[in-house]
């Protein structure tokens, strides 16, 4: 049987040819890059972080890697505690050691690239309550390798656990493990909302309609800049975004697969959150910049944008923000 490939909205290519691979390497020998800055690493808050069920959290692990907190759930995005990725170092440390993260409930997996999904680090968090969730044809995958309690989902599913509402929402992206495999699994992003809104507290006396809420969260995963972040900002009402801001030079070569620092800040005013949260850069040296340029160009979008400076909230490793709920309609 013929398996199925996927595609991106519009079957818009990211596929790249040998000749192209190898101007990209030769242009790579060429520059001189200055790689001092790193990402600062925070004395995590373990304590606190071990016994929170309640506030909604968000510490940043490093690259693409979030331990969130919400409703109640401990949850990890695209895991990754590798010392190295291929023939590169990790740059910067994990923001907690895997050994320290309280129990996790769920890990969400954005795509199969192994700077997204890495077995080692899953197999260390998972545990008998811990529910996998996957792109649409990378069960079969993560059942071969243990992992019995996995859900697959399709662009725009929505799925409930415990009192989250889970989407799987659309990016412009593609997936290789092996030579065999492109594209043999899908690729998108995630938006989190509370499944249950009427069991939070009513705001305002007069107000009994509104209810303190969670923020609703997106987990942008990977991507090149594409109309689906319109139509996400079109049909959630989204208050963080986690935006992917780095490994775009040379431009010519990964535009069509991941967004530069002035795309990531329109992607952010796309999808219409409050706030964002910047992500993937600085911690593999996955593309040609440097940790430093990807801050520095979304610091002069931001400027250009005319956005306040409290629009966007950089982490270090290791490092918490404790999101407070708001008074909003129920549902919304």
Known sequence: MAKIRYNNIDNVSTDKTLKEFRQWRE???R????YTYKVPNHP???????????????TWIGH????????????????????????????????????????????????SHYDHLHIASIRKLYRAGTTIVVPAGLKRKMLRKGFPNCQEMQWW????????????????????????????SHW?????????????????????????????????????????????????????ALMPIGAYEPEWFMNSQHVNPEEAVQAFLDVGAE????????????????????LDRMEQARVAQGLGEERIHTLGYGETLVVQPEERPAGK
């Open 27 to 29: 242009d790579r020998r």
């Open 275 to 294: 706030l964002m949260i910047p992500m993937h850069f600085g911690t593999f040296r996955l593309a040609d910049d440097t940790a430093r340029e990807a």
């Open 64 to 111: 693409s890697t979030f331990f969130l907190q919400y409703e109640g759930l401990n949850i990890i995005t695209d895991p990754i505690w590798a010392r190295r990725l291929g023939f590169e170092k990790r740059i910067g440390q994990p923001g907690i050691p895997l050994a320290d993260i309280p129990p996790i409930d769920l890990i969400l997996i954005s795509h």
């Open 188 to 240: 998108g992003g995630y938006v989190l909302q509370p499944s249950d809104p009427q069991k939070h507290p009513e705001g305002e006396e007069g107000k009994a309609q509104h209810k303190l809420l969670p923020p609703n969260l997106y987990f942008a995963g990977d991507s090149g800049f594409f109309p689906g972040f319109k139509e996400i900002g079109r049909r959630f009402k989204l208050h963080v």
């Open 157 to 184: 599913q929505e799925i409930t656990l415990g009192a989250v509402k889970l989407t799987f929402v659309p990016t412009q992206h593609w997936t290789r493990r092996t030579p065999f495999d492109t594209n043999s």
């Open 44 to 58: 995590p808050r373990l304590d606190y972080l071990a016994g929170n069920r309640l506030e909604t959290t968000i």
């Open 31 to 34: 520059k001189k890059k200055d």
